[in-house]
């Protein structure tokens, strides 16, 4: 367990070790646990994203001395001081044992910052889990077809001899029939020992005739494949031979911590060169986090890793690569580079097999990224069939393309956080005490809460619900204000809230920036028909990708004008088809050759050039009048 | 003017700034001036190698203070204090108005330690001159054909717009013709500054379709050459559209710090990872030195060498690429790779232009590397004709190659600093004061000195006319011994030595280490013939390179029988063939297949797996009796 010690952080006063997960980082001054623990992609669940309301970040300081905010719980009156939340679910992962004992308390991460060296114990029901098995099953649990980039050659060699002392490599490229094999440097620099270690019999790791690694022992060939969106950073394990997904894991996108949204991170990435830095060294830091976890969950080490693959947006391309970002946040919006790269993982500075490579996925256009060319890809049985399809991934920024007659036709909308949960006074992850569901029963709101509990704040598909639920029960009015006098409308500091359950608020400010975000959607993909010559209805089909799209209510999305009013049935919510797409883009050389295809291919549209988008924006902004005169009044 | 910090350098206590060559390094704790600036590559002239016998390496302490060597001189009876040498040439470069104003004194580097952070100010006299212009004009003054990897083309591009934002890399692409443009991650992150600064009219540098750089100034394309042998590193500028030597500056190799021949760096190197890890980085530092001065002496800067080339003996080439040596250091002496290798400067940790590779030459095997491959492409015109020849590059290690009937064996022989006048009591490099040749006249040896100015010590060239004259002079009788009784052998300590002029002996082990070298180098070349079926006489053509060749006597290294005894006619010395080479790879990318084709097609044979060796070593161990009974006695 080695410090982890990074570039910009020369402010760090104290040690965070976490021995649960092998790790130690650095906590800056003013950062709570929880803070410090998130910026490096250590996988402490907080789904209230750290407000204090939802009681989800528990830990337990075993050594070292921390202070426990007092009035933590900004959102609402929920207060509870440090140590036990009373209401913590009990028997969930904390053992009562340690209660009894009267030794250290369990405390909100959030709440607490350390003053000296801290060990830091996680609640496990505080860990955000490593999936094992099989996962997004509607899109087939395995990658197919598998012809991975990574080759791995069992060999057997003649030990050299006085007579025969021809050079470690030559011994190789002899067995394999390549006299003049490649050598990577690193993998050259590991050779000598390896072949010695393993008494001559090796297994050689070879990479478009190069070779990238030698290994004495058996053992899967691993690959990570990373789908790193503005928000949330996804990462799969794979095992290259098999193509099947052996672990799978989630944690936010550390650089979060800069700017909720792509725009506050380019301008921040713009501003100096060590922001830019400490935003790619975030980035580096949560795939980093990644690979230690799920090598740690199936028993192996990120230095097992012998190939990856990652996809994003632009704006986290550029930043995870280090390219310059002042360009592309200002109009014409220009990319530096837009094709596939295959790039040393050392060179990155992303410590897995030293002579592994990174291929980053290609982007389209504009903000269009490779994670949707990875949609795209984990999606094209459901968009390649001749009728007009709308492939849409709905995000902080969100990504949609229209397949039309052979061209597929691509843009993206700052559609913001709020509608992931972020960005909402009471937005919260899908977890215990998050309300998912919202339905109108005789005039008033009634809660679906994940896991029964009581009520803590808002997931996003709970977002959408609870708007068009509002909007049913007249609470909210066709330009979005919410309407005074209703039961569970209330003021707060001179601002409306619709009351949802005690200290659970939601405010016009959180009516408005789903508002803003829907309408954005909305008239991108209007604007994308007008090219195409089409109109809303001509879709046939309606493919919602993405996390958000798995949970949300397609009745509740139309409700409100995220989407069109199309017939159910030709919306399919197929997941996170990207996590998808860039797994076959590791494990298949054939679905890169693909991806860079589609990439090319698409024809990319950049909204702000195109005329009527303010004005179609406009029109989307309020709420169509409600159907049948249903509007009540309180 | 950035400090240069390295790994493993946590003991050093002191920073030298030298503001005239723009460096500054850390001095560790005991090091004299002079050692730390060998250790950096800053290039002082240490004739002596650093023993306070030859007074070349005068320097001035404008700033901070140093503690001055009493008893400095350890070789002989030339004691002088710290401060004004009294015999160093005036006006040779020392201003003379600094001594009168009684401003701080000249002192030796070698005998001066820093006590405080200096600033040090090198006589002009001291500095190892940067040669400007032609060089080697027996070989050619300029690199031909000129084929370089790396290409330059002019390109102006349209400014990006709302309409066409298509990205940095698809607009010089698109100029290009190559849509799909290969980028450089580093050449990447230059990319829209350079772009912009420009005003979209750049020159792209491109290496096999891989866009390495960009620039928006005119200029030549800047290439680095390095001959990085065990004890001499040269560096030369190489204007890579022409083919022109700008520039060439030879230092010593600082890992001489760590033992003067192979086996002993190969040792170290072997016994820890930071022994190994300090050898690499004293390699880096010689070459990153050479591109500092060289390119400063033309008016430019390491960051524009856009392409390098090195070369090296095996040894030499894993102690720069870090590759393990255990196992090349002992039987049955195998390396990692024999192969060329190509690889971006800044994975090496070499910080010439961000995209440019360097070209590390391929090795024939065992210790012969790529250094006598390049003295084989330099000299193919003199091999290359149909009689047997051989080319023979004596240094610190000797490399043998023999030519004949189509075939090329090759092998190395330990020969030693001595030859080169290192590791010899009164050894010292080629610089004023040197004794470089000597000749018996009337029974006394008689010396001819460098700059004709009183000596102090015997380089080179000097080493082997000493020893013939001594032999001539019946000073050394046939094993080796010196005769006891003639005026000019003496005693000190028990031992016999020869006083060649006041205080500069030259010992009866110094007789032994040069008998040793010339036993080896013989034994290595009847060995060579005997296994093409030749003798020595069916030498037709003796071709002998490097430095020390260019300015041996051959008569004298007849007399002692370090060369057999042919005709003078046949042989041809023709200097650095290595120095030329290596500019060729630099410049040619024929020129590289065409090395690549002779490191593999040279048989390599390692002189220990041979039967006889040991005898034939044995037999040249002693010298031949006097021809015609010449032998003087007292």
Same mark, same amino acid.
């Given at each position: ?93 904390? $053992? ?23 060990? #830091?114990?996680?609640? *496990?029901?505080?860990?955000? *889990? ?23 050659? =069992? ?74 969106? /503005? ?14 997904? !052996?672990?799978?894991?989630?944690? =936010? ?49 990120? /230095? ?19 390219? $310059? ?77 229209? #397949?039309? =007659? ?42 679906? #809460? ?51 359950? $005690? ?12 508002? !803003? ?46 989407? *069109? ?70």
């Amino acid at each position: 367990m080695k410090r982890e010690a990074l570039v910009g952080e020369d402010e760090a006063v104290h040690e965070l070790a976490f021995p649960q997960l092998d790790r130690r980082i650095e906590a800056l001054a003013g950062e709570t646990v929880f803070q410090s623990a998130r910026r490096h992609g250590v996988r402490i669940v907080g789904a209230c994203g750290g407000r204090g309301t939802c009681g989800s970040c528990m830990v337990r300081v075993v050594e070292g001395d921390v202070r426990i905010d007092a009035g933590q719980d900004r959102a609402g009156g929920q207060a509870s001081g440090g140590g036990i939340d009373p209401r913590e679910p009990l028997g969930a992962g904390v $053992p009562p044992a340690v209660r009894e004992a009267g030794a250290r308390k369990w405390i909100r991460a959030c709440c607490a910052h350390a003053l000296s060296d801290c060990t #830091v114990e996680v609640a *496990p029901r505080s860990l955000a *889990p490593v999936v094992r098995a099989g996962l997004e099953a509607e899109l087939g649990e395995d990658v197919q077809p598998i012809d991975p980039m990574v080759l791995v050659r =069992e060999l057997q060699l003649a030990a050299p001899t006085l007579m025969d002392n021809a050079c470690d490599a030559e011994r190789i490229g002899r067995a394999l029939g390549e006299p003049a094999l490649r050598l990577d440097l690193a993998a050259a620099r590991e050779l000598p020992a390896a072949l010695r270690a393993g008494r001559w019999s090796v297994r050689a790791r070879l990479r478009e005739g190069e070779l990238i690694g030698v290994a004495c022992a058996a053992g899967p060939t691993l690959g990570l494949a990373i789908d790193l969106g /503005t928000t949330n950073a996804a990462g799969f394990l794979v095992e290259l031979e098999t193509g099947r997904t !052996l672990a799978a894991l989630g944690i =936010e996108n550390p650089q979060v911590a800069w700017g909720a949204d792509l725009v506050s991170r380019l301008d921040a990435a713009s501003r100096s060169a060590a922001l830019a830095a400490q935003l790619r060294e975030a980035a580096l830091r949560a795939i980093q986090a990644l690979a230690h976890d799920l090598c740690r969950a199936v028993g192996a080490r990120s /230095t097992d890793i012998m190939d990856a693959a990652v996809c994003a947006n632009t704006a986290m391309h550029h930043l995870l690569l280090g390219l $310059p970002v002042a360009q592309l946040g200002r109009a014409p919006f220009v990319a530096v580079l837009r094709e596939a790269l295959d790039v040393k993982a050392r060179e990155l500075g992303l410590a897995i097999s030293p002579g592994a490579y990174v291929h980053v996925a290609a982007n389209i256009g504009g903000f269009v990224g490779g994670d949707h060319v990875s949609a795209l890809l984990a999606t094209e049985q459901r968009w390649n069939t001749g009728v007009p399809t709308l492939v849409m991934d709905i995000g902080t920024n969100t990504e949609i393309s229209l #397949v039309h =007659e052979g061209v597929i036709r691509s843009t993206s909308c700052p559609s913001g956080p709020a509608l992931e949960g972020g960005h909402v006074s009471c937005g919260m992850r899908a977890a215990e005490g998050a309300i998912e569901r919202v339905r109108v029963r005789e005039g008033r709101l009634a809660l679906e #809460v994940i896991g029964g509990k009581e009520p803590v704040g808002v997931c996003g598909s709970g977002v959408l619900d609870a708007l068009a639920a509002m909007r049913e029960a007249g609470m909210i009015d066709d330009r979005g204000r919410l309407a005074g006098g209703h039961a569970q409308v209330c003021e707060q500091a001179g601002r409306r809230a619709v009351r949802l359950a $005690p200290g659970v608020l939601f405010t016009q400010d959180d009516v408005r920036a789903v508002q !803003l975000a829907k309408a954005a959607i909305r008239a991108g993909t209007e604007l994308l028909l007008a090219q195409a010559g089409l109109r809303e209805n001509d879709i046939e089909r309606f493919v919602i990708a993405g996390a958000f799209g798995a949970y949300l209510d397609v009745g509740s999305a139309i409700a409100i004008g995220l989407l *069109p009013a199309l017939a159910r049935e030709r919306f399919q919510q197929v997941g996170n088809a990207a996590g998808v797409g860039v797994r076959r883009l590791l494990a298949s050389r054939s679905a890169r050759a693909q991806a860079n295809a589609l990439a090319r291919g698409c024809r990319h549209l950049e909204l702000s050039t195109l005329e009527g988008f303010q004005k179609l924006f406009m029109k989307h902004i309020g709420f169509a009048p409600m159907p049948r005169g249903e509007v009540s009044t309180p």
